[in-house]
């Protein structure tokens, strides 16, 4: 079993920074896939980013070169670094975890999910 508790949402301008984090309970957080995905108003929850156990990472088209993923196993937390913000990324956005995850861009495939935490964007 493993929680997961968000953090670092809030309201920024276009073109503005937000960093994420996600803290995870127990002991083996390093053999977790962990995962970010978003939902907007009205909108399926959508993958936007992924680091495996060996630090490799993925991200959503929509995001790459802007966002950054990355895990501290120390700290058991993720990190999703959000840059160059769009009106558009706004959304809740959840931290997922899983062991045995063989497609990283469904959301399915995650046991383990986050409360969420609200991102909004101005324009």
């Known amino acids: 079993q493993v929680q997961l508790v968000e953090s670092g949402g809030g309201l920024v301008q276009a073109g503005g920074s937000l960093r994420l984090s996600c803290a995870a309970s127990?002991?083996?957080?390093?053999?977790?896939?962990m995962g970010w995905f978003r939902q907007a108003p009205g909108k399926e929850r959508e993958f936007v980013a992924a680091?495996?156990?060996?630090?490799?990472?993925y991200y959503a088209d929509s995001v790459k070169g802007r966002f950054t993923i990355s895990r501290d196993n120390a700290k058991n937390t993720v990190y999703l670094q959000m840059n160059s913000l769009k009106p558009e990324d706004t959304a809740v956005y959840y931290c997922?975890?899983?062991?045995?995850?063989?497609?990283?861009?469904?959301?399915?495939?995650?046991?383990?999910w986050g409360q969420g935490t609200q991102v909004t964007v101005s324009s």
């Open positions: 997922a975890a899983d062991q045995g995850v063989t497609t990283i861009t469904s959301s399915a495939t995650y046991d383990y």
């Open positions: 680091i495996m156990r060996s630090g490799s990472t």
């Open positions: 127990g002991r083996t957080f390093s053999r977790y896939v």
